[in-house]
Each structure stands twice: as C-alpha cells, then as structure tokens.
C-alpha cells in the first residue's frame, strides 16, 4: 500500500513538474517586438501635410512571422444600453512585411521597422478625451509557431506626438 501511495505521489509531482516546464518553454519561444512609445511627426512643408512614424523592433533572434499590424482609432459613443468605442481603420503604407526578421549580426538593423502613416493623428487625437489610437500587432515564432498579441495605445497628442525623426538603430530617441 505504501508502495502505491509513493507511486502514484510521484508520478502526480513529476507529472506537474513537466506541465510547468513546458509552459515556461513554450513563454519563452514567443515573439517579443518592443513598440515606440511615442509617436515621431516630422513636418515637411515641401512633402504637404505632416507624417507620423512609429517605431518598432523584434527583440528575439528568431524572426516575427505573420505578421498582422492594424492601426484603428477607438472613438467613444453612446449605445443604449451605455458607452462603447467604435473603431475606425487607419491606413499604413508600410505595413506590408509578413516577416520582421530576428536580431543578427550580419544584419545590423533589420529587426527594426518604421510603420509610415499619412493620416492626420493629432487631429485625432486632439477630439477629445475620448479618442484613443491603437496599434495592434500579432505575430507569430518561426520556430514554434507560437502567437503573441502586441498592444499600445496614444492618448494625448501634446505627449504622444513629438515632433521629429527617430535616430537610426535600435533607439527610440526623435530628434
């Protein structure tokens, strides 16, 4: 009977030890892709109007497959039963990569993208409190195939919208 009770004990706690194991396992061959916090705006009279530019990079050294990168901003309305945010697409021109390679030397910088945007943010933006654009990113692991969503959201157009062009490389600085 003693026998039995050990058995099945440990077959219970090596049994939870491997489910731990392979979860930690399966988090860390996820995609992980950093979004600028900010928006750069870079104002050129000779261009038209304003362009906005954000920032992003893989930060695995395998590559962000499937990529699906969607722009929207989230306008609040009332519904009748309460509040709801209705969602406006927002075109990108350079939205189109499937693939955002990984973190390699012989390619210094190629993990990093600049999402180009003609659309008007800050007009958005300044409608009111009630206006949110949000960036949305799912990818998957070349490896694994494991999906990960990447989200960040701009609220404020005196904060979020700076003026400028990010620096080169992997900064997220805008001068």
Not at 29 to 35: E, F, G, L, Q, Y
Not at 55 to 83: C, M, P, W, Y
Not at 94 to 123: E, Q, S, T
Request: aromatic share 8%.
């Amino acid at each position: 009977m003693t026998a039995f009770v050990i058995t099945n004990t440990s077959g219970i706690a090596i049994g939870l030890f491997c489910s731990v194991l392979w979860l930690w396992l399966l988090r860390r061959i996820r995609p992980r892709i950093k979004i600028s916090s900010k928006i750069a705006e870079k104002v050129d009279p000779e261009l038209g109007p304003s362009r906005f530019y954000i920032k992003i990079s893989n930060l695995r050294r395998r590559a962000a497959v499937d990529l699906q990168i969607e722009l929207v901003t989230l306008h609040l309305k009332q519904a009748s039963n309460g509040e709801i945010y209705a969602k406006t697409m927002i075109p990108i021109q350079n939205a189109l990569p499937f693939v955002l390679p990984g973190r390699d030397a012989d390619c210094i910088y190629g993990h990093v993208l600049r999402l180009a945007i003609r659309h008007d943010l800050r007009a958005e933006l300044a409608n009111g409190e009630a206006t949110i654009v949000q960036l949305r990113i799912y990818a998957r692991d070349e490896l694994s195939g494991m999906g990960r969503v990447f989200e960040k959201r701009y609220t404020d157009p005196e904060t979020d919208l700076i003026q400028g062009a990010f620096s080169p490389g992997e900064t997220y600085e805008i001068h």
